[in-house]
Nanobody, 120 residues
Framework: VQLQASGGGLVQDGGSSRLSCAAS????????MGWYRQAPGKQRELVAV???????NYADSVKGRFTISRDNAKKTVYLQMNSLKPEDTAVYYC???????????????WGQGTLVTVSS
């Protein structure tokens, strides 16, 4: 299983951007899906997570500005980022708990990371 992330790039302060992340093959089930980010010189941190039932949780720093959503049929998670700030600059990684087959155990998978740069 691979998670393929897309989106990001250079955005102006106050602008918007949308990230997508899709699982690459047929899988049995997906539990939580989420986005993390890692800024230069800092540890990776949770940005937002969404459960299979659609419940969401956000880091305090992005509440009210970012929205996480998912399309289970497309095995895809999205992150809509509005009112971006320079401090949002980071490599964003998607994450998912996936059961690839009915007899498999749940495993964590990570996308390759996509850079979001917010210019002031």
């Amino acid at each position: 299983v691979q998670l393929q992330a897309s989106g990001g790039g250079l955005v102006q302060d106050g602008g918007s951007s949308r990230l997508s992340c899709a699982a690459s093959r047929t899988i049995f089930s997906i539990n939580d899906m989420g986005w993390y980010r890692q800024a230069p010189g800092k540890q990776r941190e949770l940005v937002a997570v969404i459960t299979s039932g659609g419940n969401t949780n956000y880091a305090d720093s992005v509440k009210g500005r970012f929205t996480i959503s998912r399309d289970n049929a497309k095995k895809t998670v999205y992150l809509q980022m509005n009112s971006l700030k320079p401090e949002d600059t980071a490599v964003y990684y998607c994450n998912a708990e996936i059961k690839s087959r009915s007899f498999s155990r749940m495993q964590q998978y990570w996308g390759q990371g996509t850079l979001v740069t917010v210019s002031s």
